[in-house]
């Protein structure tokens, strides 16, 4: 079959992180949006930075708008299976017909220019084609999802934006944001515009909180941290919650939260902040009955994930720190008395020593293995030299995999076994469904 115009495309970016490795390139990225038209002017932008929780909170804001009636867009990364999950408008991906036509006027504002594909990353060339796409299709809203950091990352060249939203700030992607807290939130602060409405996660460390109140008082921008509109957590399972909700002063009693794992309350609780700011803002409302059909529908595609129900066998694409410290803490309230069994990969920039060391506070069987990255994958053997070197190791099972197949071939011949989870990186995470359903 001859490969698509699309696929011929997306081969030709360069596979690079082009980040701070010659300053900002957030002047050059506007000159060529300059060229475009400004078609970043033609929406207005909902800015999302934090360091874990960014994807379930961009999600349910985009849902919670489009299930409004207002016309909207995201663009998110990483992708799960299909790269054109990065934009999507009003419950649709972007169409490989549509891409290759906002690309075409891309190629012609870069040859005006000067310049050529290789001038810029992958990333990049996603962002510039979203907010062709999400220009052309007269988007009210766009939700931008930071790549990493936020001053020099490639969404905060979009000019027209509304608020700014920062999810929890922890420590991830030290080598390009810095190694403290303070260093990481100041990258991630200089998302604020001058103006404009933020809202910060409900327990952000007082250290990352100091540091975002400090530029929005610097941009004139107002900060807000709570709001009226409550949830309280009632049952958790690890795949979804049952949640009581405080709304415009109603009360709403079992609620069914499809997202699960404790974090996802906090997040949820976020998006709230955000909800009543926007309420009070805006002439259309976001009902009571649009909040509640969301939170029992919103999904992410590797997040607490359930394939199979007996055993139970979960996706969680827990990459850092911070994210395996929320799966563990779920596991040991909920499962502490089950059969166990954890397959596990890393990249070599993660925190991985550290995210072992969490790891093995568990009593599970663990399968190592390696993701599907060349470049950037944590060798399975010296993963799993990082596990047997480990004190808290002794007496437990780790095995290694020659691959993600034979990781997965391995879990479903451990017996007995209530629950299976498959954690760590995203590029081991989005390999796994085809391969378990074999």
Known sequence: MAESEFSKIVSSMPQVIKYNDTGSRIPLLQQVLDELGQPDQKFKTIHIAGTNGKGSTSEMIYQLLWKTGFKVGIFSSPAFCDDREQIR????????????????????????????????????????????????????????????????????????????????????????????????????SKIIKPGIKVVSYPTQSSRAEHILQKEADFQKASLTQSSSYNVALDDEQLTHSIVSLYYKKHHYDDVYFNLGGLYQIKNLQNVLNWLELFNQNSQTQISAATLLQVLKTVSLPGRMQQLQKDPLVVLDAAHNVNAIKGLVDSLTKLHSNKKLILVVGFLKDKQYQKCVDLLLELSATFIVTSPNNLQRALPASQLYQVFKDDPESDGKDVILASSIADAVNKAKQVDPCDLVIFTGSFYLINQIQPLWNE
């Open 89 to 188: 408008a009003d419950g649709e991906l972007i169409s490989e017909h549509d891409f290759v036509e906002c690309y075409s006027r891309l190629v012609k504002a870069f040859d005006n220019l000067g310049y050529t594909q290789q001038d810029f990353s992958v990333f990049e060339t996603w962002y510039l084609v979203s907010t062709i796409y999400f220009a052309e299709r007269s988007s009210d809203y766009v939700v931008y999802e930071c790549g990493m950091g936020g001053e020099l990352d490639a969404t905060n060249a979009t000019r027209n934006v509304e608020y700014a939203i920062f999810t929890k700030i922890d420590m991830d992607h030290m080598r390009f944001l810095g190694s403290t807290i303070e260093e990481i939130a100041t990258a991630k």
